[in-house]
């Protein structure tokens, strides 16, 4: 398959495009922050992006979905990514809908891919522990009591937790933290007796919460794949997520840097446009080739998931995505600040969302420190 966009693609990436500058903007998302919005998302937009049949794009048909593959997964939330939108797509589709396409039984299959599909079942992937990613740290317990479990335990950082009707717990059903084996996932309702969901206020204004499970009971059925074996599921929906997290990303830093360089041409000083000074120009050329070399880690990752390439090779193309688009993310809306000089750092402008944006997406399974060390240790270093 090569590494470029088909016709569909490129027209879906158009739609998106269109859809994301008239109905999710930036400004939703300042409105949304300075009302205090309990959902943090405005719910007719997500109904227009689930009309346009964005939330099963990667599924199979017999379960609501499009089965259009990732990459035009992919190209609609690097859209969003450029207005920052905030949604369910990331946490609902990417994440939980991964999840039990990978590893659920067809039974689960045919009980939440076609919520998922419709926008009418939101999920969320409770899964962190500490302040830091730890993909196989968990510590919650998930103990059998007759022919269910008893789970307990605290979950952080669950993008979208507080407006989830059903969460994917990673909890530990043998094993300690830090092993890989003895971890199972269990769909637990968000209404369950023991459930308790307390939304947290992020920077970026992005949506999360911090999660806890006293004595909740769930039956068989909530087990997702085999006990003791919830890495083989999580793994992989991790990497995805990942490399659906670097998609978002790189519309932001696209953004970020389309408005840095447009300012440049317009701000004077000393009667020229600051962009004709020669010191600027070599920060904004550095920051073309760093924007350029991000798009091809995003995209080959993205073609990686649709040609259905080994588990390996994508594990590594989601590290090195995460890590790059991370690193330029980083650069370019630090650039973007400075370069719009003080007044960059005022409310009045948008360039500040994007830093805001940047430092928490990094964050989100794992953070460029992270990945680079994987990606090492998965070349054999």
């Not at 859209?79 to 809908?97: K, M, N």
């Not at 007759?146 to 989830?164: E, I, M, P, T, Y």
């Amino acid at each position: 398959m090569p590494m470029i966009l088909n016709e569909e693609q490129k027209m879906l990436k158009d739609t998106a495009r269109d859809f994301c500058a008239n109905n999710l903007p930036i400004s939703q998302l300042r409105r949304l922050r300075d009302q205090n919005s309990a959902d943090g998302f405005d719910r007719d937009t997500w109904r227009g992006m689930v009309e346009l049949g964005w939330a099963g794009i990667p599924f199979p048909e017999a379960f609501g979905g499009l089965e259009f593959g990732y990459k035009g997964l992919g190209v609609v939330t690097e859209e969003t990514g450029r207005t920052l939108g905030a949604s369910p797509l990331f946490a609902s589709v990417w994440v939980c809908g991964t999840a039990v396409n990978i590893g659920g039984s067809d039974a689960q299959k045919a009980d939440l891919l076609p919520g998922i599909c419709s926008g009418e079942c939101l999920m969320a992937l409770a899964l962190e522990e500490s302040h830091r990613h730890e993909p196989h740290g968990a510590a919650t317990e998930a103990a059998r009591s007759g022919d269910g479990f008893v789970l307990n335990g605290r979950k952080s950082f669950v993008l979208d937790g507080h407006v989830a009707d059903r969460f994917i717990v990673v909890a530990r059903t043998s094993g300690r933290p830090g092993d890989r084996e003895g971890l199972s996932l269990f769909v637990v309702s968000s209404q369950a007796t023991g459930v308790d969901v307390r939304r947290t206020s992020m920077v970026d204004s992005r949506n999360a919460a911090n999660v806890e499970f006293a004595d909740v009971r769930v039956g068989p059925n909530a087990l997702l794949g085999d006990p003791d074996g919830g890495a083989n599921i999580l793994d992989p929906t991790l990497d995805i997520a990942r490399i659906g997290m670097a998609a978002e990303m790189l519309g932001g830093l696209q953004e970020c840097f389309e408005r840095t360089v447009a300012y440049l041409k317009e701000r004077e000083q000393f009667g020229v446009p600051i962009g004709s000074f020669q010191a600027l120009k070599h920060r904004a050329a550095n920051m073309f080739c760093e924007v350029e070399l991000s798009k091809s880690c995003v995209l080959e990752a993205l073609t990686a998931l649709d040609e259905g390439r080994d588990a390996d090779e994508i594990a590594k193309l989601a590290s090195l995505a995460k890590t790059k688009v991370g690193e330029t993310y980083n650069l370019v809306s630090r650039e973007g600040i400075q370069m719009h000089g003080g007044i960059g750092m005022t409310d009045e402008f948008d360039i500040g969302f994007f830093i805001k944006r940047a430092a928490v997406s990094e964050q989100t399974f794992g953070d460029v420190n992270f990945h680079r060390n994987r990606y090492g240790e998965l070349e054999g270093y």
